[in-house]
């Protein structure tokens, strides 16, 4: 068995015995045990009572967070004429059309959002197998399949995050950097929370939300109790 280090052993030290915590303490603990040689992202992981095999127990979404992610975003359009010069005035990283096509169909996906003018649509829909299982699908429900590609360039570049449930009904996000202070992460938490309770879908039953934890990129987890997360 390989000998843990000093700051693992240390982390799992102080996490241990702790669980279904309130945000305010999760978040503490996360913070000041994510203490890697670089700035680590905080994530939050959420198990849903829902079946996304099922159409009418999708949850999908987006929220722009208060205080950002901390992550810097590059964001490739699909566009032509005008709309290309709107996203480049933008700031959007990478525009084309079929030629940005090919880049994708040959391997180098350098980007974090991808969205498309409505027009654009048979052409990226030829990639649905590359960017769908990386969650990079332009989708007209989270507004990236859209003619205002200047207000999608800069939710995507000011800090909106974009989520969907998995097949275990898991969703998970990164919410900031443990370099944040504390409050901030803690409203952009409960910011996240809020929008995925909103995103509920008709045909959830029972309970919905079964259980948050909380963890930097290198650290350890925590549980989060439920109801502090949601305000009951």
């Known amino acids: 068995m390989a000998k843990l280090g000093k ?4 982390a799992r030290a102080a996490f241990a015995g702790k669980d279904n915590v309130t945000v305010s303490e999760a978040v503490s603990l996360v913070k000041d045990n994510a203490k890697a040689k670089f700035d680590e992202t905080i994530e939050v992981a959420m198990v ?3 079946d996304p095999r099922h159409a009418d127990q999708m949850v999908r979404g987006k929220v722009a967070l208060p205080n950002g992610t901390g992550k810097t975003m590059r964001v490739a359009v699909f566009a032509r004429g005008d709309k290309a010069d709107e996203a480049k005035a933008a700031g959007a990283d990478i525009i084309g059309a079929e030629d940005l096509m090919e880049i994708v169909q040959g391997g180098t996906i ?5 969205i498309a003018t409505p027009d654009m649509m048979p052409i990226v829909g030829r990639l649905g197998k590359v960017l769908g299982p990386r969650n990079l699908m ?3 429900k989270v507004g ?3 003619m205002d590609v200047k207000e999608a360039v800069e939710a995507a570049k000011g800090g909106e995050v974009q989520f969907k ?3 275990a009904g898991v969703i998970h996000a990164g919410i900031g950097k443990a370099s944040f202070d504390a409050a901030k992460l803690e409203e952009n938490l409960l910011s996240f929370v809020d929008a995925v309770q909103k995103a509920r879908p008709a045909g959830a039953k029972g309970t919905y939300m ?8 290198m650290g350890p987890g925590v ?3 439920v109801d502090s997360a949601t305000g009951n």
Request: aromatic fraction near 4%; hydrophobic fraction near 30%.
């Open 48 to 50: 849903l009572g829902v």
């Open 165 to 167: 449930v998995e097949k």
């Open 210 to 217: 079964k259980k948050i934890s909380l963890t930097s990129t």
């Open 138 to 140: 332009p989708n007209p």
């Open 223 to 225: 549980t989060v109790n």
């Open 7 to 10: 700051r693992t052993t240390a």
């Open 144 to 146: 990236t399949v859209t």
């Open 110 to 114: 350098d980007f974090d959002r991808c």
